[in-house]
Nanobody, 119 residues
Framework: QVQLVESGGGWGQPGGSLRLSCAVS????????VGWYRQVPGKARELVAR???????WYINSVKGRFTISRDAAKSSVYLQMNGLKTEVTGTYYC?????????????WGQGTQVTVST
């Protein structure tokens, strides 16, 4: 069973904060690195942050020091705390394994959650 359901997006002001949540099916949560990807129209989807099963983290340079990825085993969930928002972080955010889930030889993606940062 594949479940990675994003929530928590919305609108934020520059300098503000948003928190994204991802509910992950337990079988995936326990055995996979999970990451947050961002897609902006006209650009390739990019990995923004990831967290391993032992909570080792990695961030793209542009968000280091402002974003924090975390995981909660009790809730089988992964979070992305986004502080110090900048307009350039606007995009659709997807939660997925790293590398992403493949089903029937095709990449699988959930619906994502929209993040918009503007004044």
């Amino acid at each position: 069973q594949v479940q990675l359901v994003e929530s928590g997006g919305g609108w934020g002001q520059p300098g503000g904060s948003l928190r994204l949540s991802c509910a992950v099916s337990e079988n995936i949560f326990q055995t996979n690195t999970v990451g947050w990807y961002r897609q902006v129209p006209g650009k390739a989807r990019e990995l923004v942050a990831r967290i391993t099963t032992v909570s080792l983290t990695w961030y793209i340079n542009s968000v280091k020091g402002r974003f924090t990825i975390s995981r909660d085993a009790a809730k089988s969930s992964v979070y992305l705390q986004m502080n110090g928002l900048k307009t350039e972080v606007t995009g659709t955010y997807y939660c997925n394994t790293v590398p992403w889930v493949i089903i029937n030889a095709r990449p699988w993606w959930g619906q994502g959650t929209q993040v918009t940062v503007s004044t």
